[in-house]
C-alpha cells in the first residue's frame, strides 16, 4: 500500500486547495507605470473567489499578476476566474486580434519578499535540485508574456464585469472565441468595405485545406452555438421569434444581414436548421473555398449578434470599477502612456 505525505496528498489534491490557493499568472507582464518599489504587492481588484494582485518582485522587472483564490469556489459548478475572464474581455476589445491565455503557477507560502526562485511552485518541486533548468523554468514565467500598462486593465472593468454576471453574454463569447480559435480571419477587414481593407483575404495553401477542414465545421458549430444563446432556436411560431429578436437585440429583425439576400431572422434559420445539418453530415463533399466562405458568414453573423448584445445589455449597465472593487488609490498612480520594467528610483 502506497503512504503519501500530507504534502504530496496535498500535491496530488485538485487544485486549488489549502496549500496551493495562490497563483502566479503566466503569459502577462505588467509595465511598472505604477510606479511601485521591489515587494510592493498591491490589490487591483476582487472577483468573487478571487484577488488578483499586482507585485513587484525584482528590480529591473515587469511586474506580474497574483491570483489568491477562495477555496469556496469548490461548490460552484463551474468557476469564471480572472484569466478566462480577461481573455475574453481583451478578446472582444481588439475584435479578436489579441487572444491571450492566462497561466495558474500555484504556489505554497507565497511571500512578497521572497524572490522568485526562492519561492516554492507545484510544478517545479521535482526539478529544483537542477538549478540551471529550474532558473529557465522560472525565467519562463517571470519574464515571457504580453506586456500591459495597468491602466488597460481598468479600462476593461465594465466587460470583465459583465461577463462576470451574465451568463448569457459570457457563453456567447466563449463559443465565439472557441470558434475564431479553430478558424481564425481578420473580422475588421471582412466587414469593412472592399477599398477601405487594409489586406487582402488571404487564402490557405492547397496542402493546409486537408488539415483546416474539420477546424472550419468546428467554427461554424460554435458560432451556431453563440447564436443560439442569446437568439435560441428557431421556432416555427414566428411572433415568438421576433418578441425574442427584440428583447434580447436593438437590430431590426428584418433587416438584410451584411450583403445577403437574407434577412436576420432568415439567416438565423439557414444557419441553425441548413448548415448546421450540414456540417454533422461532413464538408469533405464541398468545395473547400465555398466551405470557408460558409464559415466566415456564420462567424460574420455570431459576432454581428454578439456585438449588439453588448451594447444593448452590457455597456453602460454594469460598472465594474465598483462592482469588483478596483483600486482605485492605484488607479491614480498610473501614467497610462507609460511602458516600462524600471522602477520609480529610476525616473
Known amino acids: 500500500m502506497l503512504i503519501y505525505t500530507r504534502r504530496q496528498q496535498l500535491k496530488m489534491d485538485k487544485q486549488p486547495n489549502s496549500a496551493f490557493h495562490i497563483a502566479i499568472l503566466k503569459g502577462l507582464l ?19 473567489f ?6 513587484t518582485h525584482s ?18 459548478i463551474y468557476w469564471k476566474n480572472f484569466g478566462i475572464l480577461f481573455k475574453y474581455a481583451k478578446a472582444l476589445t481588439s475584435e479578436f486580434e489579441s487572444i491571450i491565455d492566462l497561466e495558474y503557477k500555484w504556489i505554497n507560502g507565497f511571500q512578497s519578499t521572497k524572490k522568485p526562485k526562492d519561492l516554492s511552485y507545484l510544478d517545479f518541486e521535482h526539478i529544483d535540485y537542477d538549478k ?14 504580453q506586456v500591459l500598462n495597468l491602466s488597460e486593465l481598468y479600462d476593461l472593468a465594465d466587460i470583465i464585469s459583465g461577463l462576470n454576471s451574465d451568463d448569457t453574454f459570457f457563453f456567447a463569447v466563449q463559443h465565439m472565441v472557441s470558434a475564431i480559435e479553430s478558424h ?3 473580422q475588421i477587414c471582412e466587414l469593412s468595405q472592399p477599398h477601405l481593407r487594409k489586406h487582402p483575404s488571404h487564402d490557405f495553401e492547397k496542402h493546409y485545406e486537408i488539415f483546416a477542414m474539420p477546424r472550419l465545421e468546428t467554427a461554424i458549430i460554435q458560432s451556431t452555438k453563440a447564436i443560439e444563446g442569446i437568439l435560441g432556436q428557431p421556432g416555427k411560431n414566428q411572433k415568438r421569434r421576433i418578441r425574442r429578436f427584440e428583447e434580447m437585440l436593438s437590430l ?16 438565423h434559420d439557414y444557419l441553425v ?21 460558409l464559415a466566415i458568414k456564420a462567424q460574420l453573423f455570431a459576432w454581428t449578434i454578439l456585438r449588439d448584445y453588448y451594447f444593448k445589455n452590457i455597456k453602460g449597465v454594469f460598472n465594474g470599477i465598483e462592482q469588483l472593487k478596483f483600486n482605485a488609490e492605484l488607479k491614480n498612480r498610473i501614467y497610462p502612456n507609460l511602458g516600462t520594467n524600471g522602477l520609480i528610483t529610476q525616473f
Open 50 to 55: 478571487e484577488k488578483i494582485n499586482v507585485w
Open 252 to 267: 431590426n429583425p428584418n433587416d438584410k444581414f451584411l450583403d445577403s439576400d437574407m434577412t436576420y431572422l432568415e439567416f
Open 132 to 145: 540551471l533548468y529550474y532558473d529557465f523554468e522560472i525565467r519562463k514565467i517571470y519574464g515571457e508574456g
Open 30 to 48: 505588467i509595465g511598472n507605470s505604477f510606479l511601485p518599489n521591489v515587494g510592493d504587492y498591491l490589490n487591483v481588484l476582487n472577483l468573487p
Open 273 to 293: 436548421s441548413d448548415v448546421r445539418n450540414k456540417v454533422a453530415h461532413n464538408l469533405r463533399n464541398e468545395p473547400f473555398k465555398s466551405s470557408r466562405k
Open 184 to 186: 481564425w480571419f481578420c
Open 59 to 76: 528590480e529591473n522587472e515587469y511586474s506580474i499578476l497574483i491570483s489568491e483564490v477562495d477555496l469556496k469556489l469548490h461548490e460552484e
